[in-house]
């Protein structure tokens, strides 16, 4: 086995570390030397271009066109939607000088004082007032809508406490801006993304989400409705996983965004946002890997099959890639990501640890007892089984595992969630069982002094109004008061 898995902490003894050493180990990521950042190694940056890869097609698919927009905002800009800047001012880095120059007693370089800037520039926490700053110059008659943008980028918010792919300084994501003619067509708009989203999260990423809409306070700032998809780790913690905003005319009304209606007369226009992010990889990590390393869903790995051959000379290893070849060929023909690792310079067992640490779907292996009985031995990640199987019809095995694995992946991660489910009237269990984990289904007043009391004395948060429940009214358990609905109440990263 090799030394990386042996050094992986087990998830029972400390879930935080686990995440973090397998980030490491697995070779997804690593700290860089700006504090709150990270890089994104090959393998990682290899699963966010399949995510990616992915969404594009889906976004595209309803008229969603990509476009590129300034990483630097005149801060002037944000100042433009009071709740906006409010919501972001902390978080914010900020460019004041465009110039460095040699210190005088030669220790290195310094700000030169005379190449300030007129007016700062932040570093984009996200993008609405320069979007719409532009889209001003785009929309004049309602012929121009709707008008559907998506970016690929980075963003920064500095952060205090950090962690990767779940909360960093600057990450990686995408964020769509449309424009609209009615508050309608905005809505639909709006609660498309979000199911574009969940279908993404558990048709590919196998992870089995919440849709719901966000309280008042947990609201994006500048939105009228924030809606949100929440998936349980298996720590039992909610992760927020992508969000979709109906923006109202709120940015329409601070850029001045106008349009042209079918009477000739002006009116402003309705807008909605949405992202997500890198943070989809860290939820990947922690909804579904083990004790042994990465548990990836075949949809979304980088590599869906690993072959090893296992051969002594260069002889034997000739004939087992010959043997090997037809099959790797009418695999990648189908789209399945296939490696061959006849590589000497580990041995099988350490090529096997590894790949299992980095949660390749399939593995399979070959040796020169296997070439003369035409087999060949196939181990699924997902349940860490094996056997030994005849070689013939092998490609047809492999497309059914795949899929059964994808399956059984979700399956889990579903059946996991739903156990940890429940419904709870009573605030003081309420206060002991949320330590433990879950999600909470427990009725609301629809306040927000009861809203924070929740969450400053047990640190669980109001996750959403979810849709997959009936609602019922009943009586608030923290206030007594009279409630309309149940809410989501979790612990949350």
Same mark, same amino acid.
């Given at each position: 086995?090799?030394?990386?898995?042996?050094?992986?902490?087990?998830?029972?003894?400390?879930?935080?570390?686990?995440?973090?050493?397998?980030?490491?180990?697995?070779?997804? $990521?690593?700290?860089?030397?700006?504090?709150?950042?990270?890089?994104?190694?090959?393998?990682?940056?290899?699963?966010?271009?399949?995510?990616?890869?992915?969404?594009?097609?889906?976004?595209?698919?309803?008229?969603?066109?990509?476009?590129?927009?300034?990483?630097?905002?005149?801060?002037?800009?944000? +100042?433009?939607? &009071?709740?906006?800047?409010?919501?972001?001012?902390?978080?914010?880095?900020?460019?004041?000088?465009?110039?460095?120059?040699?210190?005088?007693?030669? &220790?290195?370089?310094?700000?030169?004082?005379?190449?300030?800037?007129?007016?700062?520039?932040?570093?984009?926490?996200?993008?609405?007032?320069?979007?719409?700053?532009?889209?001003?110059?785009?929309?004049?008659?309602?012929?121009?809508?709707?008008?559907?943008?998506?970016?690929?980028?980075?963003?920064?918010?500095?952060?205090?406490?950090?962690?990767? %792919?779940?909360?960093?300084?600057? %990450?990686?994501? @995408?964020?769509?801006?449309?424009?609209?003619?009615t508050r309608e067509e905005?809505?639909? +708009?709006?609660?498309?993304?979000?199911?574009?989203?969940?279908?993404?999260?558990?048709?590919?990423?196998?992870?089995?989400?919440? @849709?719901?809409?966000?309280?008042?306070?947990?609201?994006?700032?500048?939105?009228?409705?924030?809606?949100t998809i929440e998936a349980?780790? @298996?720590?039992?913690?909610?992760?927020?996983?992508?969000?979709?905003?109906?923006?109202? @005319?709120?940015?329409?009304?601070?850029?001045?965004?106008?349009?042209?209606?079918?009477?000739?007369?002006?009116?402003?226009?309705?807008?909605?946002?949405?992202?997500?992010?890198?943070?989809?990889? #860290? &939820?990947?990590?922690?909804?579904?890997?083990?004790?042994?390393?990465?548990v990836l869903p075949p949809?979304?790995?980088?590599?869906?099959?690993?072959?090893?051959?296992?051969?002594? #000379?260069?002889?034997?290893?000739?004939?087992?890639?010959?043997?090997?070849?037809?099959?790797?060929?009418?695999?990648?023909?189908?789209?399945?990501?296939?490696?061959?690792?006849?590589?000497?310079?580990?041995?099988?067992?350490?090529?096997? $640890?590894?790949?299992?640490?980095?949660?390749?779907?399939?593995?399979?292996?070959?040796?020169?007892?296997?070439?003369?009985?035409?087999?060949?031995?196939?181990?699924?990640?997902?349940?860490?089984?094996?056997?030994?199987?005849?070689?013939?019809?092998?490609?047809?095995?492999?497309?059914?595992?795949?899929?059964?694995?994808?399956?059984?992946?979700?399956?889990? $991660?579903?059946?996991?969630?739903?156990?940890?489910?429940?419904?709870?009237?009573?605030?003081?269990?309420?206060?002991?069982?949320?330590?433990? #984990?879950?999600?909470?289904?427990?009725?609301?007043?629809?306040?927000?002094?009861?809203?924070?009391?929740?969450?400053?004395?047990?640190?669980?948060?109001?996750?959403?109004?979810?849709?997959?429940?009936?609602?019922?009214?009943?009586?608030?358990?923290?206030?007594?008061?009279?409630?309309?609905?149940?809410?989501?109440?979790?612990? +949350?990263?």
């Open positions: 086995m090799a030394k990386e898995l042996k050094d992986l902490t087990k998830r029972a003894e400390s879930y935080s570390q686990w995440y973090n050493d397998l980030i490491v180990k697995a070779e997804l $990521a690593e700290q860089s030397a700006v504090r709150g950042c990270m890089v994104i190694k090959p393998y990682g940056y290899a699963i966010w271009e399949k995510i990616q890869a992915q969404l594009d097609k889906m976004f595209k698919e309803t008229g969603v066109q990509n476009a590129y927009f300034p990483l630097l905002i005149p801060k002037s800009f944000l +100042s433009r939607e &009071a709740e906006h800047v409010e919501g972001f001012a902390k978080e914010c880095a900020v460019v004041t000088h465009y110039r460095l120059r040699s210190r005088e007693d030669g &220790a290195g370089v310094e700000v030169d004082p005379a190449a300030r800037l007129e007016e700062e520039l932040v570093i984009r926490p996200t993008s609405e007032t320069i979007i719409w700053n532009t889209y001003k110059n785009w929309i004049h008659s309602y012929r121009d809508l709707p008008l559907k943008c998506n970016q690929w980028c980075n963003v920064m918010r500095w952060e205090m406490r950090t962690r990767p %792919f779940l909360r960093t300084s600057e %990450f990686l994501w @995408q964020e769509g801006h449309t424009a609209h003619a905005a809505e639909e +708009s709006t609660k498309r993304m979000l199911n574009i989203y969940a279908d993404f999260a558990e048709q590919w990423l196998a992870i089995p989400v919440v @849709q719901g809409v966000k309280s008042e306070n947990e609201r994006f700032a500048g939105a009228l409705d924030t809606y349980m780790m @298996q720590d039992g913690k909610a992760l927020q996983s992508g969000t979709s905003h109906f923006l109202g @005319q709120n940015f329409a009304k601070s850029f001045d965004v106008t349009f042209l209606n079918k009477e000739n007369k002006p009116e402003y226009v309705w807008a909605s946002s949405w992202g997500v992010s890198t943070r989809l990889i #860290g &939820a990947l990590i922690m909804t579904h890997s083990d004790d042994n390393g990465l949809r979304i790995a980088p590599i869906q099959v690993v072959i090893v051959p296992i051969f002594k #000379g260069e002889e034997q290893l000739a004939a087992i890639r010959e043997k090997l070849q037809p099959v790797i060929d009418e695999l990648r023909g189908l789209g399945i990501s296939v490696k061959l690792d006849d590589a000497d310079n580990k041995r099988p067992g350490f090529k096997f $640890a590894d790949y299992e640490l980095k949660g390749v779907p399939v593995r399979l292996a070959m040796g020169a007892r296997d070439l003369e009985n035409n087999t060949i031995e196939v181990m699924r990640r997902d349940t860490l089984e094996k056997e030994s199987v005849s070689f013939d019809g092998i490609v047809e095995r492999i497309k059914s595992l795949l899929n059964d694995i994808q399956a059984n992946i979700y399956k889990k $991660a579903v059946d996991f969630r739903n156990a940890n489910i429940h419904e709870c009237d009573n605030y003081e269990e309420f206060k002991e069982k949320v330590k433990k #984990g879950g999600f909470f289904l427990c009725h609301w007043d629809g306040t927000p002094e009861t809203e924070e009391k929740i969450k400053e004395e047990t640190q669980a948060t109001i996750r959403c109004v979810p849709f997959m429940f009936e609602q019922t009214e009943g009586v608030d358990m923290v206030s007594g008061k009279p409630a309309k609905y149940r809410v989501l109440i979790a612990r +949350s990263y």
